[in-house]
């Protein structure tokens, strides 16, 4: 899963004059240190090139596997417009999801899980085979989906106060990886039509009050949530039955004192309007 980070890090090793803003084990260390107490921590690769960030990335989850559990997927970060503008990116930003870090649906979290506790909208495709790898279109990847589900990702944006949050760092960091919360699966039986649905759907963020935080359409993300798998394959990422894909937040993220005590997402318009829930606890 990890092979194409892995051999990143190969070649920054062996060219330490263009990756020199690859993070050092010392680095690594420091930062795991922070993420497993929670507290605020230093960024990683600040000033380096994309290649220095998906280095340090590949170093990073190889120290987190033994708290995080293996890598089981991928995510895309970054997938709206104003999200891009915000960071100052040109594109999306692509990370790394965890086996420890999925919960299931009406699960309740203590707050704060992390050192800057967030919470957003997603949308998780479960990978059916490989052959996803060579799909083009939309259809093509959901014909290699075995189904969708409803995601609330709870990241963690990590770093201190001061420290500089670009989409270099962003990555370096894993995209905030922390952990999610998983709805029901909503299997894909005609993938035209469900690549439409997924586009059309209304995606609704609802607090614990029952007021709405996020209203968004699937083409918010990327104009069709499905794009961010031909994103990521597009940036040489290699996907296998099994693998989840986060797709990115249909919106702004909240920190979760702004969530009432906790929050539901609803897909209206995919079969069964499905939906996801998570309390958060003191």
Known sequence: MLKPLFAACAVAFAAPAAW???ATDAEIAAFVGSYTSRTPAKALSPGGSMADA???QAKLAAALTPHMGPVTGYKAGLTSRPAQERFGAGEPVQGLLYENMMLDTGATVKVP???VPMVEADLVLVVKDAGINTAGTPEEVLAHTAAIRPFIELPDLALAKGEPITPVTITAMGVGARLGVLGPLVPVEDP????RMLEEMDVTMHDGAGDVLVQ???RAVLGNPVNSVLWLRSKGVFF?????ISVGSFGPLFPPQKTSG???VIYKGLPGNPSVSASFAD
């Open 20 to 22: 020199a803003a690859c």
């Open 113 to 115: 899980w992390g050192a």
């Open 216 to 218: 968004a359409p699937g």
């Open 192 to 195: 035209a039509a469900m690549a």
């Open 54 to 56: 998906l280095c340090s």
């Open 240 to 244: 296998k039955a099994g693998d989840l």
């Open 262 to 264: 906790g929050v539901r």
